[in-house]
């Protein structure tokens, strides 16, 4: 992200600030469409993870309330 200002920075001449702001502004646009797909991917990993999860733990407590109960069935509903 320093890059884009140390480029602005050299710009010289008649309309050098509109020139920088442009600059500025047109990396920051780029930059928000990648952090948004960067962000947008973690979270889809962290909701994969958090589904794996939750789905191991039931797995458990299903067994859990099995052994407690002495039921043999798998797939006895806890509630």
């Known amino acids: 992200m320093f890059l884009f200002y ?3 920075k050299e710009i010289r001449g008649e309309g050098s600030l509109k020139n920088m702001r442009e600059t500025i502004e047109k990396h920051i646009r780029r930059s928000k469409d ?3 797909v960067q962000a947008k991917d973690a979270m889809m990993k962290q909701l994969r993870d958090l589904k794996v999860y939750v789905s191991v733990e039931l797995e458990m ?4 309330y099995n052994e407690l109960t002495g039921s043999p069935d ?4 806890l509630w």
């Open 74 to 77: 798998d797939d006895a509903i």
């Open 34 to 36: 990648v952090m948004f």
């Open 6 to 8: 140390v480029g602005a």
């Open 61 to 64: 407590v299903k067994k859990y």
